[in-house]
Nanobody, 122 residues
Framework: QVHLVESGGGLVQAGGSLRLSCTTS????????MGWFRQVPGKEREFVVT????????YYADSVKGRFTISRDNAKNMVYVQLNTLSTEDTAVYFC???????????????WGQGTQVTVSS
């Protein structure tokens, strides 16, 4: 069992930045691909970015490519995503997830955090 807790969300103006953290506990995240997803009310959970077990490979949704950067520290069991040049369209609850399969589908992840709200004002 892996327990995930997101933090770092908040209110930011358009063009601003935030750094989200995913604190994990229970067992090492080393065997898992890690991902970030986001969701707005009434819509399906949307893929944002994923990182491989070692951190050597990443894959971003087109909507965030060049603006967001994911990283992980397996020794600390932490995952991060730097959100830059935020726009109002990035407003959502952001979720951290861990899975053996990984990828861009929520089905590839077993463990999920409760989410952290990111609100971007114009």
């Amino acid at each position: 069992q892996v327990h995930l807790v997101e933090s770092g969300g908040g209110l930011v103006q358009a063009g601003g930045s935030l750094r989200l953290s995913c604190t994990t506990s229970g067992r090492s995240i080393s065997p898992y691909a890690m991902g970030w997803f986001r969701q707005v009310p009434g819509k399906e959970r949307e893929f944002v970015v994923t990182i491989s077990r070692s951190g050597s490979n990443t894959y971003y949704a087109d909507s965030v490519k060049g603006r967001f950067t994911i990283s992980r520290d397996n020794a600390k069991n932490m995952v991060y995503v730097q959100l830059n040049t935020l726009s109002t369209e990035d407003t959502a609850v952001y979720f951290c997830a861990a899975g053996i399969v990984g990828g861009s589908s929520p089905a590839g992840y077993i463990y999920w955090g409760q989410g952290t709200q990111v609100t971007v004002s114009s």
